[in-house]
C-alpha cells in the first residue's frame, strides 16, 4: 500500500483583486480588528483558554449547517484529510498562543504583532507555491508593516517582559496563521469547500485547546455575564463561522500573498477599537502609519503593467 503524503500543489496564476473582494476584506479586517478587544473584554469572566474553547465549539455547529445548507460533503474522501489534520493542529497551537498572549499583552500591540502574518504567507507562497513577488509587491510590504510598526509608538515604561512574552506569543501565532494559509492554498484544501477546510481546522483545535484548557487550570467559578457572553458568540458565529469562511474562500480564488498583505489594514481597526473601547492610549505617530500602510497595500495591489514588443 503506497504511503500518504502532503504533497503542496502549484495552483495556477491567480487574478487580481476586484472590487467586491475589496470590500469583503475590508469586512473582514475591521471584524478581525475588533476580534483581539473581544477576547481582552471577556478575560475578566472567561480564562483565555476556555474562552478559546467556547469559540470553537460555538463555531463548529454554524461551519456545518452552512455547508449542509450548501450541500457540502464534510466525509467525502477527497484527498485533504491529512493537510486538514496538520492545519487543524497548527490552528488549534495559533490559537493558544494568541489567547494566552492577550493575556499579557494590551490589544494594540497585540493586533499589531499577530498581523506579521502577510510575511510568514509571503515567504512560504514564494519558496513552496511559486508566487513570485515583484520588487514593488516587496517594497509595499516594506511599508506597510512600517506604518504598523510606527502606530505603536515608542516603547512605554510599562513594557516589561510580560508584556514582552505576550508581543512574541502573538508573532508566534502570525507565524502558524501564515502556515495554515499557506496550506490551505498549495495542497488539497484548495479545492475543498470553504466550511470543510475550516471544520477541518475548528474540529482539531477543540482537543488541543481543552487541553491547554486543562493543563493551565482554568476554571470557571459562576455563570459569565451578557457582555462576556456576547463576545464569544460573537468571536464563534460572526468572526469564525463567518468571516474566517470567507477568507477561505477568497484564499481559494486569489493570491495568497496579495489577501494576507492587504490585512495590515487590520492593525489600524484594532488600534482604534482598542483606544475607543478599551481606552489604550494612540500614539502621535498614527496619522503617518495610516498613510504607510495605504501606500504599501497600493503597491501590493498594483496591477502589473504587460510589456509589449514594439
Not at 455547508?67 to 497548527?90: E, K, M
Not at 517582559?161 to 498549495?186: E, S
Request: aromatic share 10%; net charge positive; glycine share 10%.
Amino acid at each position: 500500500m503506497p504511503s500518504r503524503q502532503l504533497v503542496l500543489i502549484s495552483p495556477p496564476a491567480a487574478p487580481p483583486l476586484r472590487p467586491g473582494a475589496v470590500a469583503l476584506m475590508l469586512v473582514i479586517c475591521l471584524s478581525w480588528g475588533f476580534n483581539q478587544v473581544a477576547i481582552k473584554l471577556a478575560l475578566p469572566e472567561i480564562p483565555p483558554m476556555a474562552q478559546a474553547t467556547l469559540r470553537a465549539f460555538v463555531a463548529l455547529p454554524v461551519l456545518l449547517v452552512a455547508g449542509w445548507v450548501r450541500g457540502v460533503r464534510f466525509f467525502r474522501a477527497d484527498g485533504t484529510l491529512l493537510p486538514g489534520l496538520l492545519a487543524g493542529f497548527l490552528f488549534g497551537i495559533e490559537f493558544v498562543l494568541i489567547y494566552r498572549g492577550l493575556q499579557l499583552t494590551t490589544a494594540s500591540r497585540g493586533v499589531v504583532f499577530l498581523y506579521t502574518a502577510p510575511f510568514f504567507v509571503a515567504l512560504g507562497s514564494n519558496q513552496l507555491l511559486g508566487e513570485r513577488l515583484r520588487p514593488t509587491q516587496w517594497a509595499g510590504l516594506a511599508l506597510s508593516f512600517a506604518g504598523v510598526a510606527l502606530a505603536i509608538g515608542v516603547p512605554q515604561p510599562n513594557v516589561d517582559a510580560r508584556v514582552l512574552l505576550g508581543d512574541l506569543m502573538l508573532v508566534g501565532g502570525g507565524a502558524l496563521w501564515g502556515a495554515t494559509t499557506v496550506i490551505a492554498k498549495g495542497s488539497r484544501l484548495r479545492f475543498a469547500a470553504p466550511e470543510k477546510a475550516l471544520a477541518y481546522q475548528v474540529a482539531v483545535s477543540i482537543p488541543i485547546l481543552e487541553l491547554s484548557a486543562w493543563l493551565a487550570g482554568e476554571k470557571i467559578s459562576h455563570f459569565p455575564g451578557h457582555l462576556a457572553v456576547s463576545l464569544v458568540i460573537y468571536q464563534g458565529i460572526w468572526v469564525v463561522g463567518i468571516t474566517f469562511t470567507l477568507w477561505f474562500a477568497l484564499v481559494q480564488t486569489y493570491s495568497a500573498s496579495r489577501l494576507s498583505a492587504f490585512t495590515f489594514i487590520t492593525p489600524l481597526f484594532g488600534i482604534v477599537a482598542s483606544h475607543l473601547i478599551l481606552h489604550e492610549p494612540l500614539t502621535a505617530p498614527f496619522g503617518a502609519a495610516a498613510v504607510l500602510v495605504i501606500a504599501g497595500l497600493y503597491l501590493v495591489n498594483k496591477p502589473e503593467v504587460a510589456k509589449v514588443a514594439v
